[in-house]
């Protein structure tokens, strides 16, 4: 994932897409098409930077009803009539793609912590389905494995020494911060949610409804605002609730401009020096770079995120959780 607001060349940005859509027929296709089509970039280019994202914009288009298929279904959605309501849902919705898969990385990162009570914020947290790691159980294909939690198993296959827990995390909090928190016991939130996974992705649809119920049973608290701007907030929250406050975000610094993206890397830094917090990051390469930056190598995929623990870069994992190389 490239940071959002960065992406001045829409053309190359398209192409990135593509290729990190590859594991959806449909969106690489519609991705791929999008980059070869100067008149569907042309009136791309007029949204905002932050809103020209492919996964936003085909979201819009099947929310207005565009099935799964051919490039030029979309092509004529983008250049005909319905444009105007498809871009104002672009302008009105968010990228607010929420994946549990992530907690096959978030898991282990926790783990290295030890074994205290852990308060957790979630920076970015959309609807907080990634709040509740003690809720599933895991398998690690190729490291291991953890069981008991009663709830669905989360699955991802696994390189490296991958620091298996032996229990299920403690958790006193669950606290999200978001722009616009989506509410599980709300319609039209969860058909948003739904139109976020990508076509072809049943499993994660699957996953997501799973996740769904997870949630309802006990709704975390959810702040609106901006990550930064509540971090405090939230922290205290969290704090109060007895157990060691850890702060989590997953491919949510993205969309950040590089001058937030540096305020929240100073803000955390500074509270992991004092010892206010643990700060666990999975984001894109680009995202924050003096994260990756203490890895020893870079992945070969572009597209895997940075998992880091305190400032130190520990693993790699696919964009939706689907690997995890411990470094
Ligand atoms: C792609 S979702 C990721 C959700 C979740 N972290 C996960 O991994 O499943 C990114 C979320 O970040 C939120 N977001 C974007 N900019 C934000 C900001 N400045 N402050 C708080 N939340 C923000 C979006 O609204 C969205 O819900």
Redesign the pocket.
Known sequence: MLPLNDLTDIEQSYRFHAGEMSTSPCFHAWASGVADDPEVLGVLRELPIGKQQANLVFAAARWHGLEPGPYEALRELLLGPEWPAVRETILAR???????A?LTALTPALATLGDEQLALV?????AG??LYPDRYDYVWEGAGAMSGSGGPTLRTTAAGDVPIPAQAPRITARVG????P?DVTDEDDVAWLLTLIWPGHDERRDRLAAAIEVTRAEPPRLLA????DQLDNALAIAAASGGTPVVH????AA??DEH?RLRLEERMRTLVAAGRCHWISLEGQRVIPSLAATAPSAPKADHQLCLAVDGQAVGWVQGHGVSLTWI
């Open positions: 968010r990228t607010q793609t929420n994946e549990v992530r979630e920076l970015g947290a959309s389905l990634c911060v978001d722009l616009n989506l605002g901006d990550m930064v975000h997953s491919a949510a969309y950040l937030d």
